[in-house]
């Protein structure tokens, strides 16, 4: 006589139905919405979330903010590995935030400016490449000619970060373009070159400066930097040295 053979379904969980059963508790326990879910859940929208920005500054908070919620998570689950990896992610962020806004080098970030030739090859280089960007901000700008016209090139650790071309009247500089490379709009470099920065204006024998706000973004940009609207133009802004 041969062996009785049984039904695929009467296996229990080693058949079909137990196939099923076991899909079905698991599918359960992935999706359901538990408050622990909707933590990771979160923490893991702030990480994706922080990929997609541009600025350095913003990258880092955003990060910084998974990373803690990632943490809460893993202690919520009680996973060690998730509390210690967010941990460490959420430390790193603060150091290297804590160098973006201390103030000077090596403690902060070292921020400086230079001169730059108006014919410079770089220059003509850096404009048309950044140009569509920079009519975002500043759609009237055209790049001056003549010998009046002042050019100076942002760093930020030794790397170029924006650049400001301005002419010559007088004492009086008026600034045609106010650039700085989006991820490092939230370095502070517009306070640091409009505060501590002005030293490279006045040795340069200027008292003031002026800027067009064109934009409505222009023109916060500029009361945030310490430019006021001019009393004979309100599209104009000012600045006195």
Same mark, same amino acid.
């Given at each position: 006589?041969?062996?009785?053979?049984?039904?695929?379904?009467?296996?229990?969980? %080693?058949?079909?139905?137990?196939?099923?059963?076991?899909?079905?508790?698991? %599918?359960?326990?992935?999706?359901?919405?538990? &408050?622990?879910?909707?933590?990771?859940?979160?923490?893991? =929208?702030?990480?994706?979330?922080?990929?997609?920005?541009?600025?350095?500054?913003?990258?880092?908070?955003?990060?910084?903010?998974?990373?803690?919620?990632?943490?809460?998570?893993?202690?919520? $689950?009680?996973?060690?590995? $998730?509390?210690?990896?967010?941990?460490?992610?959420?430390? $790193?962020?603060?150091?290297?935030?804590?160098?973006?806004?201390?103030?000077?080098?090596?403690?902060?970030?070292?921020? %400086?400016?230079?001169?730059?030739?108006?014919?410079?090859?770089?220059?003509?280089?850096?404009?048309?490449?950044?140009?569509?960007?920079?009519?975002?901000?500043? &759609?009237?700008?055209?790049?001056?000619?003549?010998?009046?016209?002042?050019?100076? !090139?942002?760093?930020?650790?030794?790397? &170029? =970060?924006?650049?400001?071309?301005?002419?010559?009247?007088?004492?009086?500089?008026? $600034?045609?373009?106010?650039?700085?490379?989006?991820?490092?709009?939230?370095?502070? !470099?517009?306070?640091?070159?409009?505060?501590? %920065? =002005?030293?490279?204006? +006045?040795?340069?024998?200027?008292?003031?400066? +002026?800027?067009?706000?064109?934009?409505?973004?222009?023109?916060?940009? !500029?009361?945030?930097?310490?430019?006021? &609207?001019?009393?004979?133009?309100?599209?104009?802004?000012?600045?006195?040295?």
């Amino acid at each position: 006589m041969g062996r009785p053979t049984r039904n695929a379904t009467q296996t229990g969980v %080693g058949g079909v139905g137990g196939s099923r059963r076991r899909a079905e508790r698991y %599918g359960a326990g992935v999706f359901e919405l538990t &408050p622990e879910a909707l933590v990771g859940y979160l923490a893991s =929208a702030l990480v994706v979330l922080s990929l997609t920005m541009t600025s350095v500054v913003r990258l880092r908070i955003i990060s910084l903010c998974g990373a803690i919620t990632f943490f809460v998570y893993g202690a919520l $689950i009680e996973s060690v590995p $998730i509390m210690i990896t967010n941990g460490a992610i959420a430390v $790193i962020n603060v150091w290297f935030l804590r160098k973006e806004f201390a103030p000077g080098a090596p403690q902060g970030r070292d921020l %400086g400016v230079s001169h730059i030739r108006a014919d410079s090859p770089f220059l003509a280089d850096f404009v048309a490449f950044h140009l569509i960007d920079i009519h975002r901000f500043q &759609p009237d700008f055209r790049v001056p000619t003549g010998d009046d016209v002042v050019t100076l !090139l942002l760093n930020r650790d030794g790397l &170029p =970060a924006g650049l400001v071309i301005g002419r010559r009247s007088g004492s009086t500089l008026t $600034i045609d373009l106010d650039y700085v490379l989006s991820p490092y709009r939230d370095s502070r !470099l517009g306070r640091w070159l409009y505060g501590p %920065g =002005a030293a490279v204006f +006045r040795s340069d024998g200027f008292e003031r400066l +002026r800027s067009s706000g064109t934009t409505d973004t222009h023109r916060k940009y !500029l009361e945030r930097v310490g430019f006021h &609207p001019s009393a004979a133009d309100p599209d104009l802004y000012e600045l006195t040295l």
